[in-house]
């Protein structure tokens, strides 16, 4: 839910307002500290304008192994391990799509897949 926020540029007030709740019930619903009932998650999809199976398109099948624990901070809180969660992704994809140019924005995506092919190959290398 996040991710999406983010990427539309909403803020947790505004989704909150939007869904008649307050910002704190949006960070404990991001944070996993509340569950998200269907009819919820339902309101959540439409604001967000994404289809409910957006949610659960990172869910394992079932006939994978259970997740290892996840790894904690001193305070508790998980630690992200997602790269689609970072902040720095989330500004990197918002700049990329302010691209107006679709020549320039390619040649971005280029360059981009080329530098990652040129660090994994000198990781290999070291």
Known sequence: MRLRRTLLGMSQEKLAKAVSLTFQQIQKY????NRI???RLFQFAQVLDVPVSFFYDDMPDGSEEPPAAVA????GEPFEQDHLARRE?????????RIGDP???RRVFELTKTLSRSDSVRGKRA
């Open 72 to 75: 904690t901070d001193r305070l």
């Open 103 to 105: 020549t320039v924005r």
């Open 89 to 97: 992704t989330l500004e990197l994809v918002r700049a990329y799509y």
């Open 30 to 33: 991001e944070r996993g500290s």
């Open 37 to 39: 009932g269907a009819s």
